[in-house]
């Protein structure tokens, strides 16, 4: 009944995608969202899945091979990881990815990453990485690796689809619209590459404060409104032959 209910608001909320072909003839940056333990691996911390899950294995390995491509041919890549004080909560969220402990780093498939030349690390605490890349001088880290790299597309991927992926999204967007980010020009959502978690209904039921969160559906809805937002989302990502 629940899979028939989804399919139900899916088809009243259709998500055309495309294909997208990576050329070295645009310049496009790779941006992964919050792809550490305390969200992707299975019983590291609060928000952790607490056993495997397809969605966000499948994201794991889309952005690990995306990554692969960019550092290979040396293409920018921007990485936030979701890292908090233990003494500032974000609310309503329990205590998660606490800076200085294994929740707040890499997933072990891509700490490699760490010592790539073409890899910006940042760590955020907040969900939107737009704000998270404050710096107290007012500069922001993310908006000066889009100029400096002078990046003309953005693909993001990550984790999850409708949080901290959507808030992303959604500033990056309005930036862009207000000429805050040239000459960036289209941030693409690669819907394989994202994921959410799962929280069903009766197991929401018993946690005081927690809403239901059908993890197939808000990940279509994260989509939606992404697209809805000015995003271009795809379903399929390649490299073109001449890169």
């Given at each position: 009944m629940i899979s028939n209910t989804i399919d139900m608001l899916k088809s009243e909320l259709p998500l055309e995608q495309e294909a997208l072909i990576l050329s070295g003839?645009?310049?496009?940056?790779?941006?992964?969202?919050?792809?550490?333990?305390?969200?992707?691996?299975?019983?590291?911390?609060?928000?952790?899945?607490?056993?495997?899950?397809?969605?966000?294995?499948?994201?794991?390995?889309?952005?690990?091979?995306l990554a692969r491509v960019f550092c290979d041919k040396k293409w920018p890549v921007f990485a936030f990881l979701d890292s908090h004080h233990p003494d500032i909560p974000e609310p309503p969220y329990p205590p998660h990815c606490i800076i200085g402990t294994d929740e707040s780093k890499l997933v072990p498939e891509l700490e490699w990453m760490e010592n790539e030349s073409n890899v910006t690390l940042r760590r955020k605490d907040c969900i939107d990485g737009v704000l998270g890349s404050i710096e107290k001088d007012g500069s922001n880290v993310f908006m000066d690796w889009v100029k400096s790299n002078q990046i003309k597309n953005i693909l993001v991927v990550g984790i999850c689809t409708d949080i901290c992926v959507l808030d992303f999204v959604s500033s990056t967007l309005s930036a862009r619209n207000r000429g805050f980010l040239a000459p960036l020009q289209d941030v693409f959502v690669?819907?394989?590459?994202?994921?959410?978690?799962?929280?069903?209904?009766?197991?929401?039921?018993?946690?005081?404060?927690?809403?239901?969160?059908?993890q197939e559906l808000m990940h279509h809805i994260g989509l939606y409104m992404a697209k809805g937002r000015g995003a271009k989302v795809v379903s399929e990502v390649s490299v073109g032959a001449l890169c």
């Open positions: 003839d645009v310049k496009t940056g790779l941006v992964l969202v919050d792809l550490v333990n305390g969200f992707c691996t299975v019983g590291a911390g609060n928000l952790a899945p607490t056993q495997p899950d397809k969605q966000i294995s499948e994201m794991v390995d889309e952005s690990v091979r690669y819907s394989c590459g994202c994921a959410t978690y799962d929280l069903p209904h009766h197991v929401a039921r018993s946690i005081k404060g927690a809403l239901a969160h059908p």
